[in-house]
């Protein structure tokens, strides 16, 4: 595996330090509120009490079919533009959000309060696989923590690498020479650090 840059080295040790510290938001529970409007759905005080207008009802027990109507929960592009790097999730309490890119994906993982997501945990996770463009478990994938907008053309300046073999997610790292093996994670490491990589301007 080629040696990574200092300044990615210094990059992953912040990372993977907020990650031990427990710092993943999206998946140990969401931030928001602790209360209801008339209709059940869940209030953000923060936000006047109005759930985002981008939640569809998601089962959670497989992944949605993406359809014109949908726009991403975290840039509001339309994702069926973008079929290629789509994404999804589901809450608990049978919300979910699409999203254009896994970018917007981390995002809104890390902070779905600030996005009027409900206070729910996350229940399912579906991503588009970058060598197959097929939809995957987004809990069970790999991600090259890609960062160099140069080498890349994604819709919303640089995305992470979406994979569900975690060989051809080394196999993408091992090709650049400030990317190494721990620039590859789960969904499970993603932290606000982390999604700042992609989305940090959309994130409080």
């Known amino acids: 595996m080629a040696d990574r840059t200092p300044s990615a080295r210094w990059r992953r040790r912040r990372v993977l330090s907020a990650v031990g510290a427990g710092t993943l938001?999206?998946?140990a529970g969401c931030v928001g509120s602790d209360g209801e409007d008339g209709e059940g759905d869940v209030v953000d005080p923060d936000d006047g009490g109005e759930p985002s207008p981008?939640?569809?009802d998601h089962s959670g027990d497989g992944p949605?079919?993406?359809?014109?109507e949908h726009m991403c929960g975290v840039c509001s592009m339309a994702v069926t533009d973008y079929s290629d790097r789509n994404a999804q999730l589901a809450h608990e309490n049978g919300d979910g959000m699409m999203f254009c890119s896994p970018g917007c994906l981390f995002a809104y993982a890390v902070a779905p309060g600030h996005f009027d997501g409900p206070d729910s945990d996350i229940a399912g996770v579906w991503v588009t696989d970058f060598e197959t463009g097929e939809l995957i478990d987004g809990f069970e994938a790999f991600y090259a923590l890609e960062h160099d907008e140069m080498r890349v053309d994604d819709p919303m300046g640089i995305d992470p690498r979406v994979y569900e073999d975690e060989a051809a997610a080394l196999e993408y790292v091992d090709q650049y020479d400030d990317l190494g093996a721990d620039d590859v994670i789960t969904f499970a490491e993603v932290d606000e650090d982390?999604?700042?990589l992609y989305r940090s301007?959309?994130?409080?």
């Open 25 to 27: 938001v999206g998946v």
């Open 194 to 196: 982390v999604a700042r």
């Open 201 to 204: 301007a959309r994130l409080p």
């Open 54 to 56: 981008f939640l569809v």
């Open 64 to 68: 949605k079919t993406f359809a014109g």
